[in-house]
Nanobody, 112 residues
Framework: QYRLEESGGGLVQPGGSLRLSCAAS????????IGWFRQAPGKEREGVSC????????NYADSVKGRFTISRDNAKKMVYLQMNNLKPEDTAAYFC?????WGKGTLVTVSS
């Protein structure tokens, strides 16, 4: 059974940092590119970052470039999103995605 579970969200002040994690089970993760997406209230889901199967081929949305860093550990079947200098507009539910599979998301709220 394929499963993705995000964690690490929470409430943080502007300028703060969070590290999101995505635990994958059922996958041979080495074969897949992985993406982080987010969805703010009342808005469509948007891509944040993605990473190729071997850890290369990394891309970021313009809105997070220079602030977010995606990484993966295939042996642990984990994907991470380090988020620094968070802004109120980063407030959203964050989801990881592998192929057609999605986690349930973790909520990030950036507010003073």
């Amino acid at each position: 059974q394929y499963r993705l579970e995000e964690s690490g969200g929470g409430l943080v002040q502007p300028g703060g940092s969070l590290r999101l994690s995505c635990a994958a089970s059922g996958f041979t993760l080495d074969y897949y590119a992985i993406g982080w997406f987010r969805q703010a209230p009342g808005k469509e889901r948007e891509g944040v970052s993605c990473i190729g199967s071997s850890g290369g081929d990394i891309n970021y949305a313009d809105s997070v470039k220079g602030r977010f860093t995606i990484s993966r550990d295939n042996a642990k079947k984990m994907v991470y999103l380090q988020m620094n200098n968070l802004k109120p507009e980063d407030t959203a539910a964050y989801f990881c995605n592998v192929d057609i599979y999605w986690g349930k998301g973790t909520l990030v709220t950036v507010s003073s």
